[in-house]
């Protein structure tokens, strides 16, 4: 849907509405009443889909699940960091297209227990970073005695705030809480780039299974290009930057037929999905692509 946003071409919008048109618009195994991110991610294509041709039966599960969330006291849902991508943007998107200030407040209330209350919060603002989840808050250490910062997973956070923003009215109450942090995760990322432009997949232990991973530079050039753009982060210090990791991705991850390298598989800390190199195949690779085509559309708006 970003890569459409720039190149509508219509085979894009066909391929993203037959997925929406083989699971009836619904959650995944058509629970309408689960909390779990996993399962009603979709929304965000469905809501994006809607935008261009609206057609009620493309938000009706969308809205019976979101509006369950909203109506319910528990913030807990997002025990690990990658369901606040999943989750948030939905929330944000319906409070946008409805008006209702529900599902910015209920999207703000579950990002701030896992930022601040879950396992002591896992957001350091110390390190402008996030664990993973629970497992990984101290005591946990890599082998390097640093902190366990996983790539792809503060990518999917840059991605939440990056998508959630792009829906928040400019008088929300946390907009400035929402900026600060993406400002935050940018700083901290700007540190630990590799020389080559890509990130490993542990932030700060390149020791342990170090080497270039396409998902989360990826997504991480999607943050820094989007703030950019939007006026959020300063061009002259990030471009170079993300010129760097994008020039990265396109010489050294894509192969002649379009195939993705370096992709990290399914996981949740360096060792998982390994190995990763120009011609592994992870064992999922749907999102290296997804990643790839919104660091892209971003790049290409500037």
Known sequence: MALHSIYPDNRYYDYAYDWGEKFNWG??????????ADNYACGQTYIDLYRLTPEPKMLTKTKANANMLINTPQVDDWTWIDAIQMGMPVLAKLGKETGDQRYFDKAWDMYEWSRNTLAGGLYNPKDGLWWRDAD?????????????YWSRGNGWVVAALVKVLEELPADDPHRKDYINDLKAM????????REDGFWNVSLHDESNFGGKELTGTALFVYGMAWGVNNGILDRAKYMPVITK?????????????????????TGKEPKDGQPVAYDSKPDFDDYGTGCFLLAGSEVYKL
């Open 186 to 193: 940018c700083e901290a990322l700007v540190k630990c780039q």
């Open 27 to 36: 959650m995944r195994r058509d629970d309408t009443t689960t909390r779990n």
């Open 136 to 148: 990984f808050v101290p005591p946990y250490k890599e082998p390097n005695g640093e902190d366990c």
């Open 245 to 265: 990791a994008w020039n990265a991705m396109v010489n050294d991850a894509v192969h002649p037929n379009g195939y993705l390298g370096y992709v990290q598989g």
